[in-house]
């Protein structure tokens, strides 16, 4: 069992930059592929990023490839998204999440989650 908890959201310029940690409570990481989502209001949870157990394997959603960076850090506990160039469209609740296979961008495909964190955009 692993409990995360989000942090660094906030509010922010477009053209602006924020890093989004997730840090184990409790459990371990280090056995997880993670992944990022984010929900904004009426719409679906959808996948932001990914990265295997080992950080080796990193995957992007075209929306944020080239703009977003995800990383982990095992011996912390801790994953990161790093957003650079934000966008008003990048507004949304943040989550992530820890879970058994590489490269999977369905919520479902992920057993545990964090209670997210809010990133606003201002344009």
């Known amino acids: 069992q692993v409990q995360l908890v989000e942090s660094g959201g906030g509010l922010v310029q477009a053209g602006g930059s924020l890093r989004l940690s997730c840090a184990a409570s409790e459990g371990t990481i280090r056995n997880y592929a993670m992944g990022w989502f984010r929900q904004a209001p009426g719409k679906e949870r959808e996948f932001v990023a990914a990265?295997?157990?080992?950080?080796?394997?990193?995957y992007y959603a075209d929306s944020v490839k080239g703009r977003f960076t995800i990383s982990r850090d095992n011996a912390k506990n801790t994953v990161y998204l790093q957003m650079n160039s934000l966008k008003p469209e990048d507004t949304a609740g943040y989550y992530c999440?820890?879970?058994?296979?590489?490269?999977?961008?369905?919520?479902?495909?992920?057993?545990?989650w964090g209670q997210g964190t809010q990133v606003t955009v201002s344009s």
């Open positions: 999440a820890a879970g058994p296979y590489d490269s999977r961008r369905l919520p479902y495909e992920y057993d545990y």
């Open positions: 990265i295997s157990w080992s950080g080796g394997n990193t």
